[in-house]
């Protein structure tokens, strides 16, 4: 790589401001996936059927939604000279989803069928801006950031602030949440939209599209003869090898997400035994410092080894350090187990993004198309089938194990199968997932650091 690819062409605070919105992405993650399932379980008690009935509704929203809203983006509009082609709709999506999430907890319903109903319809208007949202914000990386140096400085950024909304999204709600009180998750909610909405309005310059990259985008745009169709862009993605072993990983990764987030409070009152809800706040500091601590290593080896060989060492440490959560049960003893999987999973959070843009690069040489847009709305299609995985893993692993619902805190409140379940739920199925997504990292995945420089190369001679 010469000297004038190591330029960085933006100023640091765009690449803070960008990473910004990782953190309102991530942020809300958190908030969602820890708190939703809980709160209409235990709260609210809709039974555990019902609620992976709507979750799974939801996902089969979010599969449709996602790609249309990518494909819908990746076209020329009138304002796309003007305002670019990403900016608006992540405009629009992220100052917007952020108070809809306000709504998923303000159940105006008692009867079971009314909150059922009410679940369904807010989180699937929450999730439709999100991917608004987050369909752009994800489809700019590789055409914003065009080489190694830049998508690893991005991407760093993106972490950094992404693990800190994951972490504020943990730390934030059980500091003014009770259990048992209806109310505090409402106030707790607010809290969350507020400090959302203002990161949202800081992110917005790092979205920004400059007119250098506006008009390659129209140029590349007018030069197609003729816009692919949903059908052939979907077709010609899933025939690369690399793009498939990349999305299966990233659904990997969300499923791991999502369960262990998802899981938090039910291993701190059953697993742990604590009624403290703030406790939930040690464990998911541990994780914070951990996975920022990470970052420098990551990056360093990410720049140095390349993309690939990273990912397939980090995946493998990350699937081994979920063991120790089969056998231990006190609060030390978690906090640092989760730190240590937060420093092993830090790795793909560094290098997701840097990854897919690799992916991307390959399929535009293939194609000389750049269609972002609707090949992220494909891999979130992908990744939202971990919302499935986890719906219908809570919905059977619970009634299996004979979790009690609404019990109170406490080892002794749920039967040691029902503790096991939770186990499954927090460790078991991430680490499955998890080593699946080495393996693909090792066996399938290609894009060699060589390869990735040799494409960037290829790009910038053929203007794409």
């Not at 190694?148 to 972490?167: D, F, K, P, S």
């Not at 680490?431 to 060589?450: A, C, P």
């Amino acid at each position: 790589m010469n000297e004038q690819e190591k330029k960085f062409r933006y100023s640091t605070f765009t690449y803070i401001s960008y990473g910004l919105a990782g953190f309102v992405d991530n942020f809300f993650t958190a908030s969602f996936t820890v708190r939703v399932i809980d709160f209409y379980e235990n709260e609210l008690l809709l039974s555990i059927g019902l609620v992976s009935f709507a979750f799974v509704i939801y996902a089969i929203w979010n599969m449709i939604n996602d790609p249309l809203l990518g494909w819908i983006s990746d076209k020329k509009f009138r304002f796309t000279r003007r305002l670019g082609r990403r900016f608006p709709f992540f405009a629009i999506g992220i100052l917007s989803f952020v108070w809809v999430y306000l709504f998923i907890f303000t159940v105006p319903f008692t009867s079971e069928l009314g909150i059922f109903f009410w679940l369904l319809v807010t989180i699937c208007a929450f999730e439709l801006l999100y991917s608004l949202f987050i369909v752009n914000y994800l489809a700019l990386f590789p055409d914003k950031f065009r080489t190694l140096h830049e998508r690893t400085r991005a991407g760093a950024q993106n972490t950094m602030w992404g693990v800190l909304g994951i972490a504020f999204g943990v730390l934030i709600p059980p500091l003014i949440i009770v259990y048992g009180d209806i109310s505090s998750y409402i106030l707790a909610a607010i809290i969350v939209s507020i400090i959302g909405f203002i990161v949202a309005l800081l992110s917005l310059p790092g979205m920004k599209e400059d007119q250098e990259l506006i008009e390659r985008q129209i140029r590349i745009i007018e030069e197609q003869e003729s816009k692919p169709s949903y059908i052939e862009t979907l077709k010609y993605s899933l025939k690369n090898k690399n793009f498939v072993a990349y999305i299966l990983m990233a659904m990997g990764h969300a499923v791991m997400t999502v369960m262990m987030l998802a899981s938090l409070p039910y291993w701190n009152k059953y697993i742990i035994g604590s009624s403290d809800p703030e406790l939930e706040t040690v464990l998911a500091a541990g994780f914070l410092i951990a996975v920022l601590a990470s970052v420098p290593l990551w990056t360093y080896l990410g720049r140095r080894l390349g993309n690939k060989q990273t990912i397939t060492y980090g995946t493998l440490i990350s699937t081994l350090l979920f063991i120790p959560l089969f056998f231990i049960s006190d609060l030390i003893g978690s906090t640092i187990i989760i730190a240590l999987i937060g420093v092993g999973i830090g790795c793909f959070w560094v290098l997701m993004y840097p990854a897919i843009s690799d992916v991307i690069d390959e399929l535009v040489l293939q194609t000389g198309k750049r269609e972002e847009g609707m090949l992220t709305g494909i891999r979130i299609f992908v990744e939202r089938l971990s919302i499935i995985i986890q719906a219908v893993s809570f919905g059977i692993i619970h009634p299996a194990t004979g979790y009690i619902a609404g019990a109170p805190p406490g080892k002794a409140s749920q039967p040691l199968l029902a503790q096991f379940g939770i186990r499954l739920l927090m460790a078991g199925i991430p680490m499955l997932f998890y080593f699946i997504g080495f393996l693909l990292m090792w066996r399938v995945y290609s894009l060699t650091k060589s390869r990735v420089e040799e494409h960037t190369q290829l790009l910038s001679q053929k203007q794409l």
